[in-house]
């Protein structure tokens, strides 16, 4: 009974294996075909840009000190912090906040320590440059003015994006209009379209020195201050069917 089922079960098998293998080439086939890809589709790409006003300052306030010991140097620069933003708190206008902190020892020539250094910041942040110039004219007294920096409000970037989506969307209609007319076709349909921002680009502007203000000098008179511009870029790419 077992050859007989030896031999049945051998012969199921060779009856399969031709069929097997009549199949492989032509699976093979089917999968090594060419993709099939429509006629007359396009690949487009649409770009709209502006320079847009920058609409933020920040202006960075500092203090350095040295001395022999470095807690009553800490306590020092953190009186002349905090005198800063007590004086900035009475402008609705700015905002200030504290800024980067630090203090390192000075050596002799023999690698000992013979003093200690320290530095405190202020930074005061405002839309109204008039506001934030005449502040931190008022606090040269206690701080000098280190970096002038301008910068692009989110609400700006995202209003000046809005208005430039619809221009880059625009162009890109237009030309997938006149492609499809100087190719032959009637018209056009969108098969896929991206949206994308480049984010912003701002132009370089020349930054105020630290020496432009003199901590010690009782100076109340705002310091000028103009803002410059920043690159928005909006990209609209895709491919149309031309019909």
Same mark, same amino acid.
Request: proline share 5%; hydrophobic share 40%; glycine share 6%.
């Given at each position: 009974m077992?050859?007989?089922?030896?031999?049945?079960?051998?012969?199921?098998?060779?009856?399969?294996a031709?069929?097997?293998?009549?199949?492989?080439?032509?699976?093979?086939?089917?999968?090594?075909?060419?993709?099939?890809?429509?006629?007359?589709?396009l /690949?487009l790409?649409a770009?709209?840009s @502006?320079?847009?006003?920058?609409?933020?300052v920040d &202006?960075t306030l %500092?203090? =350095? !000190?040295e001395a022999?010991?470095?807690?009553?140097?800490?306590?020092t620069?953190?009186?002349?912090?905090?005198s800063a933003?007590?004086k900035a708190?009475?402008?609705?206008?700015?905002?200030?906040?504290t800024?980067?902190?630090?203090?390192y020892?000075?050596?002799?020539r023999?690698?000992?320590?013979?003093?200690w250094?320290?530095r405190?910041?202020?930074?005061?942040?405002s839309?109204d440059?008039?506001?934030?110039s005449?502040?931190?004219?008022q606090?040269?007294?206690?701080?000098?003015v280190?970096?002038?920096?301008?910068?692009? /409000?989110?609400?700006?970037q995202r209003? @000046?994006?809005?208005?430039?989506?619809?221009?880059a &969307?625009?162009? %890109?209609? =237009? !030309?997938?209009?006149?492609s499809?007319?100087a190719?032959g076709?009637?018209?056009y349909?969108?098969?896929?379209?991206?949206v994308?921002?480049?984010?912003?680009i701002?132009?370089?502007?020349?930054?105020?020195?630290?020496?432009?203000?003199?901590?010690?000098?009782?100076v109340?008179?705002p310091?000028?201050?103009e803002?410059g511009?920043?690159?928005?870029?909006?990209?609209?790419?895709g491919?149309?069917?031309?019909?």
């Amino acid at each position: 009974m077992k050859k007989n089922t030896a031999r049945a079960i051998a012969l199921a098998l060779a009856c399969i294996a031709p069929t097997a293998l009549a199949l492989t080439p032509a699976v093979a086939r089917a999968q090594n075909a060419p993709q099939y890809q429509p006629a007359g589709v396009l /690949s487009l790409n649409a770009q709209a840009s @502006a320079d847009v006003p920058q609409d933020v300052v920040d &202006i960075t306030l %500092f203090y =350095e !000190q040295e001395a022999k010991d470095p807690s009553a140097l800490t306590s020092t620069l953190n009186q002349r912090a905090d005198s800063a933003l007590q004086k900035a708190k009475g402008v609705n206008e700015v905002t200030a906040r504290t800024g980067s902190f630090s203090i390192y020892p000075s050596t002799d020539r023999d690698g000992r320590i013979s003093a200690w250094r320290g530095r405190t910041e202020v930074v005061l942040k405002s839309r109204d440059f008039a506001a934030a110039s005449k502040l931190a004219g008022q606090l040269a007294s206690i701080m000098q003015v280190g970096n002038v920096q301008f910068s692009l /409000s989110p609400e700006a970037q995202r209003a @000046a994006e809005q208005k430039l989506t619809g221009e880059a &969307i625009k162009s %890109f209609r =237009e !030309q997938a209009a006149s492609s499809a007319q100087a190719f032959g076709y009637g018209g056009y349909s969108i098969r896929e379209v991206n949206v994308g921002h480049n984010g912003v680009i701002p132009r370089p502007m020349m930054m105020m020195s630290a020496r432009a203000m003199s901590a010690d000098a009782k100076v109340s008179a705002p310091m000028p201050i103009e803002g410059g511009t920043s690159t928005v870029t909006v990209n609209v790419s895709g491919s149309v069917q031309m019909k």
